[in-house]
């Protein structure tokens, strides 16, 4: 046959369309053209897939070749076209079975020996694959592992293209190549600590039972040595595992990261950028092929932001838009992408740039204009899109051996059973976590809570001690109260304990 078909999946951001790869082979002047809008790494797949064939015993025909991508209009990047085209362009004259070629999806690299070099983004292609309605997918040998924790989808981990080539009953002779191995520099997940580590601050490790118990952001403002960095770093451990929805979401991103994924892990993940971190790092973005930032990363688990106070503004306010969406969109000149940042965002600051301002037996030697500069990077927008605000203080002597440290295991449980609470009383209702629930349904819902409780919502409103957007925010900080309580119905004593959090007055 002269044209021959295959499909690959092109990645837009963390979602991924299915590509139809036609080949078609005409007697014109031996040439080989790929056409569809593709980007400048498929100029190098011309050459890859023609040495890569001729190594594999498999050489392309001497005619013109010319491969289309299809939609055009869809752009495509990054080489994980190569074993498509190759294939594709093969079948156009071998004995492969056509029906077999035009039912897979062919993903991976291709080096100039014929073996199949595993890249990025796996994952989420094979889920767009069998989304779209295919069973049979071919990528990488090193992605084998990846690829196959999608349910549904028959898997060829291939080592070499002459295996694929036989996979599809094309004759050729299959060498015993050494498979290319996945580059892994990640280290190994550090188990979550403890919460009973954590010495005093009983306060404030209620407070981060409440950020947990509703999905609520929280900030944290104290000196040095107060414990910020201790309880954010516990934030996740007494977070509920993820369902499989977001466990995979999760893995789609790590992948799309280049990050090795061998398992759906069901801790939520936890992100901490340094300080010094810029837009795109936070964001994503990318020169050539758009990779997703931290903001992404952080999807269905923790974004935690240490020395909040010294990140650039604008980064910060990159932080406004995700924060309300709970996605965040790249526009670059040739595409744009789209992921997901639906993550509880933790920010610690000092309360100035040394550390000592308001502390007691504390010298503070900023200047007032360093302090106010340094305190106005966190602005007015964003602090309005905190649920809980704290200020912490050293602890002392005399509270270092006081009460019983709240260990992990007891918080996680106060957490999953008032998650219980909130999807029972949700439960017709699209959300299922309260800092989801919008203002409006809080407040004209059928749950919502009676003008005596309001009272002081409303005054703090009136002397605009809040905006509508805090206001709202204060009612679902309330509600995961009410949750943790055991309680169906919001009390004025629910509405007062999250008007005191959300102002962040010393606990």
């Not at 290319?180 to 403890?194: G, I, S, T």
Request: charged share 20%; proline share 7%; aromatic share 4%.
């Amino acid at each position: 046959m002269n044209v021959a078909r295959t499909w690959a999946v092109a990645l837009v951001g963390a979602e991924g369309e299915c590509v139809e790869v036609e080949a078609d082979l005409s007697k014109q002047t031996p040439e080989f053209r790929i056409i569809g809008l593709p980007d400048k790494a498929f100029g190098e797949a011309v050459q890859r897939v023609h040495n890569a064939c001729a190594n594999s015993g498999t050489p392309l025909p001497r005619r013109r070749l010319t491969v289309n991508l299809s939609p055009a209009s869809l752009p495509k990047q990054g080489s994980g076209f190569d074993v498509a085209i190759a294939i594709a362009s093969l079948a156009t004259e071998s004995s492969m079975d056509a029906a077999s070629v035009a039912s897979a999806v062919h993903i991976g690299e291709l080096g100039l020996d014929g073996r199949l070099r595993p890249v990025p983004g796996v994952l989420p292609a094979v889920v767009a694959a069998r989304r779209a309605g295919h069973r049979r997918v071919v990528v990488p040998h090193a992605n084998g592992p990846e690829a196959e924790l999608v349910d549904g989808i028959d898997v060829l981990a291939a080592v070499n293209l002459a295996q694929v080539v036989a996979w599809h009953g094309g004759e050729v002779e299959v060498p015993d190549d050494m498979p290319v191995a996945l580059f892994d520099d990640d280290e190994p997940p550090a188990e979550v600590p403890d919460l009973a580590e954590v010495i005093g601050q009983r306060e404030a490790v209620e407070a981060l039972i409440v950020a947990a118990a509703g999905g609520h952001h929280l900030l944290m403002c104290g000196p040095p040595g107060a414990g910020k960095t201790m309880l954010a770093r516990r934030l996740p451990g007494i977070l509920p595992e993820l369902d499989d929805r977001a466990a995979l979401a999760s893995a789609c991103i790590r992948s799309l990261s280049g990050s090795r994924v061998v398992e759906l892990s069901r801790t939520p993940p936890f992100e901490a950028p340094h300080h010094s971190a810029s837009i795109a790092a936070l964001v994503g973005g990318g020169s050539r092929v758009l990779r997703p930032g931290a903001i992404a990363r952080a999807s269905e688990g923790v974004l935690f932001l240490d020395e909040a106070g010294e990140f650039a503004a604008s980064a910060l306010d990159a932080l406004r838009q995700p924060l309300e969406s709970g996605s965040i969109s790249i526009h670059r000149a040739g595409a744009h992408a789209h992921y997901p940042a639906r993550f509880q965002l933790v920010l610690a600051t000092n309360p100035c740039p040394c550390g000592d301002y308001g502390i007691r037996g504390g010298t503070c030697v900023c200047p007032p204009a360093a302090i106010r500069r340094y305190l106005g990077r966190l602005s007015g927008p964003l602090l309005d899109r905190m649920d809980i605000e704290l200020t912490l203080t050293r602890v002392s002597v005399a509270q270092r051996g006081t009460g019983q440290a709240t260990s992990t295991a007891v918080a996680r449980g106060r957490v999953a059973e008032a998650r219980a609470r909130a999807r029972h009383r949700l439960k017709d209702t699209p959300w299922r976590v309260n800092a989801d629930v919008p203002g409006a349904w809080l407040r004209e819902g059928p749950a919502a809570p009676p003008p005596v409780v309001r009272r002081p919502l409303d005054a703090a409103l009136h002397r605009g001690a809040l905006t509508l957007r805090g206001y709202d925010r204060v009612l679902r900080v309330a509600w995961s109260l009410a949750d943790i309580d055991g309680r169906a119905q919001l009390t004025a004593e629910h509405v007062g304990r999250a008007l005191y959090l959300k102002k962040g007055i010393a606990l």
